[in-house]
């Protein structure tokens, strides 16, 4: 079988291993034994994966001698709730689990952050492994011991930061991840080279297209990159003082788009990063500070790609521009009233700002918001002009 590709996070004594590759299910077993304290380990998954990944795992743990149970709950951020966290707890006390015994987090980001959780708070804290099965998961959610879940008042309000003792990404799991899933993900792909890395941006405009369609050294590649990216940050600030909250960039007008439309299908939290994105870059160029050449270079590769990259592409609904404001307002990156945003010099020069003046941000909603109404009018003159050429 072919070696994983390895990394680690180094964390002093909560220092981990990332193991990437398309052998990594087949050998769970064999890889998490040594790390284990006991033969014992629960994996909580969520249908989805049941369904398609489940019993590979337990062949893999099986060969290994490893006993196991297993906890489905169901899918999609509906599961990140503190009903569905108790009635969880509960379950794996129901189970008798003790100190020594590892849960196994086989889902997406979901999954990890509600197992993750779960296995931060129960017995005062049990070892927990990740196997991140969706593209989001295997290049960000899994690495750096963020867990938790949300409330009716916002986003992962509730949560604790818990490493895990190692994360198995196999990324032949992503052949049954649906397109749009596989999409979202690939928005936080392209966010570590705008933060920090022009040369993995340039790498994206070529490869980009490959990996969404599952190229295997193109997603090894692409997933390495950014599990080292992740990696190095949390390593240099796991609690989120400094430079970790770069990983936001994108994520205050993202959350405010999906706060709007309610966390759902409608829009997914890769597409709200993508189009967030878009704005972190035009508030940059807005204030002076990043040329618009950037800015341009990053919206042609989302479209090319087939992500959305403002609200033309978002689906029709009223807008209001201070609802959104007031949704940044709640994200858990204000502080003493200021919203801190993640601006840019350029594309791979990410910077913390708190100086942005509310109604910076209410004129570039504002232009945005116009620029989409008159690209629907366009496209309603077009139609129309069609139509009557082909009816003349
Ligand atoms: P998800 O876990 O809901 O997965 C998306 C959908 O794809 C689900 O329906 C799931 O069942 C399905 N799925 C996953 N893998 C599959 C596979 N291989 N084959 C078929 N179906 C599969 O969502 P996500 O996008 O993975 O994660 C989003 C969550 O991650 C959000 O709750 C977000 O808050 C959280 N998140 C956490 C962090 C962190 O640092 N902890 C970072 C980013 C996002």
Known sequence: MTKPRSLSVSLGERSYDILIGTTVLAQAGKLMRPLLKSDRVIIITDANLAERHLARLQRALDDAGIRHEHIVVPPGD????????????SRLLDLKVER??????LGGGVIGDLA??????TLRGLDFVQIPTSLLAQVDSSVGGKTGINTAQGKNLIGAFHQPR???????????LPRREMLAGYAEVVKYGLIRDAGFFHWL???????????????????????????????????????????NLGHTFGHALEAETGY??????????????????????????????DADRLRRHLAAVGLPTGFADLAPRHWDVERLIAHMGRDKKVSGGRITFVLVRGIGGAYLETEV??????????????????????????????RATLGS
Request: hydrophobic residues 45%; contains cysteine; proline residues 1%.
């Open 78 to 89: 509906g599961s990140k709730t503190l009903d569905q966290l108790g009635r969880l707890i």
């Open 100 to 105: 020594s015994t590892t849960l196994l987090a």
């Open 116 to 121: 993750g959780f779960a296995a931060a708070v």
């Open 166 to 176: 190692l994360v198995l990404a196999d990324t032949s799991i992503l052949t049954t």
């Open 205 to 247: 405009e070529a490869h980009g297209a490959d990996l969404i369609d599952g190229e295997r050294a193109e997603l090894e590649h692409a997933v390495l990159e950014s599990c080292r990216a992740k990696a190095e940050i949390v390593a240099a600030d796991e609690r989120e003082c400094g430079q970790r909250a770069l990983l």
């Open 264 to 293: 759902g299908d409608e829009l997914l939290h890769g597409e709200g990063v993508a189009v967030g994105m878009v704005m972190a870059f035009d508030l940059s160029v807005q204030r002076g500070h990043c040329a618009p050449e």
């Open 357 to 386: 003046e509310l109604d910076e941000v209410r004129a570039l909603f504002t232009t945005a918001l116009n620029d989409a109404d008159q690209f629907a009018l366009e496209n309603e003159t077009s139609r129309m002009t069609t």
